[in-house]
Each structure stands twice: as C-alpha cells, then as structure tokens.
C-alpha cells in the first residue's frame, strides 16, 4: 500500500489500526505465495483435457459481477474470458478421443506394405533357387544377395548350408516345392521360438507393494523413439490398459510436446518436466511414482538418445535405471531401430546392448528402404527378440512381430 493511498484512506475516516492489520494480513498473503512458488515441483502431470475441468472453468465469476466482502487488492478488473480461456460455447466441451485399431491381425494387414518396400530378397532368392542347375556361381549369387539385405555373414551362412542340403537331398526343382523349402529355412533364420511378448505383468516394490509394469524405451534421436513411444501406447490402449506416459528426453526441443500430444489422442497422461534441460531421471522417477500412486497397468518413459559419448551415455541411463528401481523394477527395456541404417543400426545396437540390458527391440521404418535382413542379424548380435515394428507412418503402424508373416512379406516383394 503506497503512501498516497494510506493519506487517502486515512482522510476518509478509516482507523489506522485497521488499515495496519489489513496491510499485515496483505504482506503475508504475498509471503506465502511467493515461498509456495519456490516449493513448486520439477514435474508436471499433463492430463488429457476434460469436459468436467472445461465446466469448472466456466464457473469462474463473470467480469463485472459484484463480489461481496471482497478485500482491498481483489476489486481488480476481473479477467476476461478469453484470459481465463474458457470455451466460448458448450460444444467446445465435448473431447473426443481417438480410438486405436485393434492390435490382433495388425502385422497380417501390413504385410503389403513390407512386400511394396523395395527389398529383392525374396524375389532374387526364389530366382536363382528356380533355375534347372545350381552351380556355385549361382550359390555365391545367393550369398551375395542375403549379406546386400543385411542379413549378416553368419546367419547367411547358415542359410546357405541348410539350402544346399535341402536342394541336394531333396532334389527341389518344382517352383512351389523350392519356395516352400525357403520358407521354411527362413522361418527358421527368424527364430519362432523366441518369446517375442511384451512383459506387462505388474510388479513389486521394495517395500513390498505393488507397482505398474514400467517399460523404458531407448534408442538413437532420429530413429523414430518418441513416436515409437507414443504408437506404443495405443497400442496398449487398444488393449485395455491404463497408462502413463514419463517424457525423460528433457534434452530434445519439444520431444515432451511431441509425447504429450500422442497421449492426449487416447487420453494418457504425459509426466513431463517444467523446464527444459532437467534430469531425466528426476522426470523417470515421477513417471514411476505417478503410475504408482493412480494404480495403472503401464508406465511408458521415453529417454533421450544421444550417442556422441558412450560414457555419458551409459552414466545417464544408468542413474535412470537406479532412480526408477527405487520406486518399481523394469519390466522391459527396448531398443528402437531404424531398419534402414543396417551396420550403423547393429553398432547402436551393441552400444545400447551393452549399457542397457536391452529386453527386446522395436524396429522401425521397415516399410522404406529396408532390407529385411536386419532382423535376424540384429537378433543375432544382442541375443534378444525383435518384439515390434513399425511398416508405415500412420498411428496405429506398429505391430506385434510375427515371424511367418515377416517371411511371407519378403517372399511377396
């Protein structure tokens, strides 16, 4: 209160002792909030709009509406609506989430799209294995092709030795007969017998209680992580489960925007920091602990995927790993690829492989330029599933990994 008020104030009769206790009572109000700004968590919870929150909003008082009993800073001009960004009409109430395609079939209907993506694999194989006569040249021809596709020199070689005998004992000539006999090896090039299921059992904290199943996905910046994140969670909606998305890549421009606004498509919440630049750990570790305390089926955290400095890369995602088993245990670690970088993609994953502990890999953009090859050769490297891949760019393109289809799309290319 300034002096010229005061004199006003005083001149108009009101006692000093009560204009004291209100100043008094007016500095503290001030006091309090200022600390309580200090106290103010890192993390915020980004909840998808709702018609209730939208419906309070417009219950604020109306600008030009006496107020009764209103203290002496609060007979300020009230905001207007368009500050308080209240919805101008009822219909703007009404939010519409999207609703994600069902999960099972999902890898059947986009075989296609893996038959249309320019690898010869399956088209070269069957052409060379078709001929009356296979001479070694044709067989080096055979080789020559599987190593170009990614596949890798000692799956290769096995397949190689397997066809060999099949075609010498067998006597395979009948176009069906060899196509059948090379769906077969490939099949088991692929591996069907690997679990390829995501662990979505809840789990048990330290103290003994309960806790979410907590997925932590890693990878390369510009293999498609975060989106692979949020396609992830559709997934998981599809499927009717609850769940929770932590937005620890605190070091991309806008990859918490991005999260948040797939989670807002479905109606998942977006932990997510106030700041950008924050530990990551901190925002993982809230992810955990806000899936914990709302009792949901699946925490999902995004990390950021700066690969310059393995060391700073195994020390980041090491304290993330702490922080969060402190609150819940991993359920799964996965490694997002792009199926198109081929050898530079196996070096991420031997990277990733190694200071991780890497559960499974989620392969992207395999309906592009990829090979195919790049899935049994990344199996092979890290011993661990391909459990999810991604055959196109629309939000419900990611899919459970099959092995028979897989080999069917290669086969139809």
């Not at 170009?148 to 096995?158: E, I, K, Q, S, Y």
């Not at 492989?353 to 592009?368: P, R």
């Amino acid at each position: 209160m300034n002096q010229d008020t005061w004199t006003y104030l005083l001149a108009a009769g009101i006692p000093a002792a009560l204009l004291v206790a209100v100043s008094t009572v007016l500095v503290r109000r001030r006091g309090d909030k200022a600390e309580a700004d200090d106290a103010a968590p890192t993390t915020t919870v980004a909840e998808p709009p709702t018609a209730e929150a939208a419906a309070e909003r417009e219950s604020v008082q109306t600008p030009g509406k006496p107020v009764a009993d209103a203290s002496v800073d609060e007979l300020a001009p009230l905001p207007t609506d368009e500050e308080l960004d209240v919805p101008a009409t009822p219909g703007d109430l009404d939010i519409q989430l999207e609703k994600p395609a069902p999960v099972e079939g999902r890898f059947a209907r986009l075989r296609g799209r893996l038959a249309r993506s320019g690898s010869p694999l399956g088209t070269r194989l069957l052409a060379v294995l078709s001929r009356d006569h296979l001479t070694e040249d044709d067989w080096d021809e055979l080789e020559e092709t599987l190593l170009l596709a990614d596949v890798g020199a000692g799956p290769t070689g096995d397949l190689i030795d397997a066809l060999r005998t099949r075609v010498r004992v067998e006597g395979l000539k009948d176009p069906a007969a060899v196509r059948a006999a090379l769906r077969e090896q490939l099949i088991a090039l692929v591996d069907p017998s690997l679990d390829r299921s995501l662990n979505l059992a809840p789990g048990t904290a330290p103290d003994g209680t309960p806790t979410p199943a907590v997925l932590l996905v890693v990878g390369v910046n510009g293999t498609g992580k975060t989106t692979t994140v949020g396609k992830l969670a559709r997934v998981l909606v599809a499927e009717d489960k609850s769940v929770v998305l932590g937005a620890a890549d605190t070091f991309r421009a806008a990859a918490a925007d991005q999260l948040e606004t797939w989670g807002s498509r479905v109606g998942v919440p977006t932990v997510r920091s106030d700041r950008d630049g924050a530990d990551p750990a901190a925002v993982a570790f809230d992810a955990v602990r806000t899936g914990k305390a709302s009792g949901v089926d699946v925490v999902l955290v995004d990390t950021a995927g700066r690969l310059q400095n393995k060391a700073g890369l195994m020390d980041e995602l090491g304290k993330i790993t702490r922080v969060i088993t402190r609150e819940a245990p991993l359920s799964e670690v996965l490694l997002v690829l792009d199926a198109t970088t081929g050898q530079n993609g196996l070096n991420q994953a031997r990277v990733f492989g190694e200071v991780a502990g890497v559960t499974g890999i989620a392969l992207t953009k395999l309906d592009g330029t990829a090979k195919g090859g790049i899935v049994v050769a990344v199996q092979r490297e890290l011993g661990v599933p391909v459990k999810l891949v991604g055959l196109g760019e629309g939000p419900d393109d990611l899919a459970p990994f099959d092995a028979a289809d897989f080999v069917d799309g290669l086969l139809e290319s």
